[in-house]
């Protein structure tokens, strides 16, 4: 290999499984290969839904153990959660997943204390059950809580495990609502209000950071020779994700599609207004100043949870048989709360269809139809409230990740935008992760050369609108129930 070509390990956990990736970067080379996936099964323990943090933490070991020799090492994963340590730096229980049911009923009690109109103005996040802020509510009364002495995200957690040292990366805890997003720090003032120690919280780092260098122990047991220094990456999967869109210039929208879709647009400025509070957008940080402005949507989740209830049938046949469903007979409100627990997915999209006066769907076909449908309506509804509330308008959408594998979806999503539709990278969260790293070592440059090599080097594929927008806005009337 040449001295010049470069190999990063990224290790991107998912809701539903973690892998780690190699990359290897040159001048105007860049490719991943996957050399370990692992699943990420949580566990429902008689206290609820926790994350097996140690299976994980396992499957990273075996996962840089298969990347063999490696320059640097930077993890990704979903935001939010986080790991409790003793004053030993132990973890105190398993993390909590953000499904669990113990934020039921706690953003009544926070916004008695801080009213959501003032908690958006500080932070600029969008309300979401599951927010850290949330969950720590919630434990505040635990034994575990008050023993704590620190506080690590998850990417975090894995790294200070790495390496032993403990760091709490930007983008991933502008997810806390714990964030200022105008001066990218602490929300002092919230946090007292609350009475959220923000000492829990380890230093803040930045994309690109030193976060360390393995430990011998790590060394001994991945077979790798040291000095191996882990890099802080855009730890928020979707902030790696976003990182990775290969857009030329600023007009465009983004989706990053998966167990959720998360749409909206790069901006250079957070937007904190009442009516962008009341559409429920949110301003998380991401690289080089930029605020990833979106709205979370349910996403792919709704059709995981049918194919598991279903027996796991053949993807790409009950597509192909989708594809033949007549075109918005039903459609559902992907975004609603609704459907956030797992568990009988096909009945409760047929009971909101029941409950909306439309055709309910009663066949894999159908049910996988509507809930495509419904997901373009929500990219397009987002995409379009995205620019009328920032003030910035777009040409392009590129939707990155998993659902770039679901050519259906990218088509509906063009015909319901009445815009083309740019779909790859696949693998953008791993992707942005390598990048970040390959950029703090000197190998490539600043933002719109990360995407300009991508551009040049990962297969995308276009697609065009089809039929208008007519039949979407008439969708989306119905809908809302105008």
Known sequence: MSAAVQSY?????????????????????????????FPNRPVRVPEGLRWDVLGLYAGVLQGLRAAGPVDSVGIDSWAVDY??????????????????????????????????????????????????????????????????????MIPDLLAYWLTGE??????????????????????????????????????????GDPAGLLRPEVLEETGLAGPVPVTAVGSHDTASAVAAVPADGERFAYICTGTWSLAGLELDAPVLTEESRAANFTNELGLDGTVRYLR???????????????????????????????????????????????GRMPERIADACRASGQPVPDSPAEVTRCILDSLALAHRKAIQDAQR????????????GGGTRNALLCQLTADACGLPVVAGPTEAAALGNVLVQARAHGLVGDLPGMRRLLARTQPL?????????????AAQARLAGT
């Open 9 to 37: 390990a990224a290790v991107d956990l998912g809701a539903s499984s973690g892998r780690v990736m190699v990359g290897r970067v040159g001048p105007g080379s860049l490719e991943v290969s996957e050399v370990h996936r």
């Open 83 to 152: 790991g409790l340590l003793d004053a030993d730096g132990a973890l105190l229980g398993n993390p909590v997943h953000y499904r669990d049911s113990r934020t039921e009923g706690v953003a009544e009690k926070v916004w008695a204390s801080v009213p959501a109109d003032e908690l958006y103005a500080a932070t600029g996040l969008q309300y979401a059950p599951f927010n850290t802020l949330y969950q720590l509510t919630a434990a505040r009364d635990t034994a575990q809580l008050r023993s704590a002495r620190r506080l690590l």
């Open 166 to 207: 403990q760091g709490t990366e930007l983008t991933n805890a502008s997810t806390t609502q714990l964030i200022d997003p105008r001066t990218r720090d602490w929300a002092h003032g919230v946090a007292k209000r609350l009475g959220i120690d923000l000492a829990l919280f380890a230093p803040l780092r930045r994309p």
């Open 296 to 342: 979370n949507i349910m996403g792919l989740w709704l059709l995981q949870e049918c194919l598991r209830a279903w027996g796991e049938p053949d993807l790409g046949a009950l597509l192909a048989e989708a594809a033949e469903v007549p075109a918005l007979r039903s459609v559902v409100d992907a975004g609603d709360a609704a459907f956030l627990a797992p």
């Open 389 to 400: 509330l920032a003030g910035q308008g777009v040409d392009v959408v590129h939707i990155v």
């Open 461 to 473: 594929t276009r697609y065009e609108p089809r039929g208008g927008t007519q039949r979407w806005r």
